[in-house]
């Protein structure tokens, strides 16, 4: 019993920098909750005269050559739901790169980036349970890190579950959005930072098929397109807005979404697609019904 009863005072003060339903929540707030996804995967390699070969390179005055390796990243966030269960969220195609051995950066003291194993941040070593949406380009991985963990590295990173938008309708035509992100890694070196990147929604709901798999689900449009890094990423409506010189603040903070990725043709014409966000809680309900996360 003591040792739930200290987890939940844990879980209590990692959102406590949050705001809640019905809030203002400023992007600087938001920050924290944003986190770095990073696989290092096989050595690269290029097609000579047919015959696939390594990538290997060698700095000057060194006298050997090292391996070039790939590297696999996206965008997620970290959710508190409404039972005190802790998430990280990405897209599905994002955490099917993932691994134990996966790091994941995020915001440490006077913004510094602090990266761990994901193995360490899960309290997973051998295997990730990633929960995926039946057919939305959604995964969710419960968190069981230890406490010492969740008290030093995850004081105030968890997002409120609260914010999450559940309405299947499409965000505003006339709400400016902002997507959190890492587009081609940027961000998390010297100074945690996320990019963000302002939008507007340009359709309502509609079916199209996954450009991972195929498979047909419901996206929104934004009029402006994503970048490499960005997939996975949470896309807010602030409910802060400027309407020439004015500002003026909507009903509350939600989450409305998660970057899939850029929709183009040969044009050169480029959009986004999103995943609404009650695909994001569906899958949190599909993690929460799991035996083991209950």
Not at 198 to 205: E, G, I, N
Request: proline content about 7%; overall charge neutral; aromatic content about 10%.
């Amino acid at each position: 019993m003591k040792k739930r009863i200290s987890l939940l005072c844990v879980i209590y003060f990692t959102s406590a920098s949050f705001c809640y339903a019905g809030e203002i929540c400023s992007r600087e707030n938001i920050v924290p909750c944003v986190v770095l996804l990073e696989q290092k995967s096989n050595i690269a390699s290029i097609s000579i005269n047919g015959v696939k070969s390594e990538l290997w390179y060698k700095e000057p005055g060194s006298a050997e050559p090292k391996p070039r390796y790939e590297f696999f990243q996206g965008t997620g966030f970290l959710v508190s739901s409404e039972n005190n269960k802790l998430f990280l969220v990405t897209a599905a195609h994002v955490a099917l790169t993932m691994t134990p051995s996966a790091q994941i950066t995020f915001k440490g003291e006077n913004d510094a980036p602090i990266s761990l194993a994901l193995s360490e941040a899960s309290g997973f070593k051998k295997e990730l349970p990633w929960v995926y949406h039946p057919e939305a380009d959604v995964a969710v991985l419960p968190l069981f890190p230890e406490n010492v963990i969740l008290i030093k590295y995850f004081k105030n990173h968890f997002l409120p579950q609260s914010l999450i938008s559940s309405e299947k309708v499409p965000p505003s035509r006339d709400i400016p959005l902002t997507v959190f992100g890492f587009p081609l890694g940027f961000g998390a070196v010297d100074t945690f930072s996320p990019l963000t990147k302002t939008s507007h929604t340009a359709s309502s709901l509609m079916q199209l098929s996954r450009f991972d798999n195929g498979k047909v689900t419901t996206f929104y449009i934004l009029e402006d397109p994503s970048i490499t890094g960005y997939s996975g990423g949470p896309v807010f409506d602030v409910s802060m807005y400027k309407i020439g010189a004015l500002s003026t603040t909507g009903s509350g903070t939600k989450l409305v979404g998660i970057m899939h990725g850029t929709l183009s043709d040969p044009t050169g014409g480029k959009l986004a697609a999103v995943v609404p966000s009650y695909f994001i809680v569906e899958t949190i309900n599909l993690a929460l019904s799991e035996p083991s996360n209950k």
